[in-house]
């Protein structure tokens, strides 16, 4: 099976990294909290501290990950780092992913963050994945709905490991 790294490991996060380990999977969640890391470890998989709006403290987490999660979706923070976060972060990260093992990116495009944010984001996700050929999944999912989202997300974790 194939490791997937998480980025944004809180409530959502930690149910979808439970998911994954039932279907066989490795999975290793990131959080920006030290405090935060044992409930990661309690879901079963590996965690890790780094800041999402750091892409440096991410990258060394990509050694043998197959797709990465980025769960901002419900983000918070000053209103131009979330725009950072769907915005330039976002798209570096995806071209980091070129020459990195992952083979694609799931992008979660809903929660509490600004809709127009959330809809650039996506529209950054599709545009890079065009150009390098890497498959994305963009999750519109409402996160309202747990089992709803989880199983939109797994659907997506699955599409792109399968493409």
Known sequence: MARILIVGCGCRGRR???AL?????????TSRSAERLSPIEAAGAEAAAAEPDR??????????????CWLMGSASGPPDDLAALHGPRLRS??????????????YEASGSVDAELL????????????TFRMPVAIIEEDPVDPNRWSAAMGHGVAEVLGA
């Open 55 to 68: 892409l440096g403290s991410v990258l060394p987490l990509l050694e043998g990950v197959s797709a990465v």
């Open 21 to 29: 380990i039932a279907e066989g999977h490795s999975v290793r969640g």
């Open 119 to 130: 809809s650039s984001g996506a529209a950054i996700v599709r545009e890079v994945g065009e």
């Open 16 to 18: 979808l990294a439970a």
């Open 93 to 106: 990260l995806q071209e980091k992913l070129v020459d990195s093992p992952a083979r694609g990116l799931i």
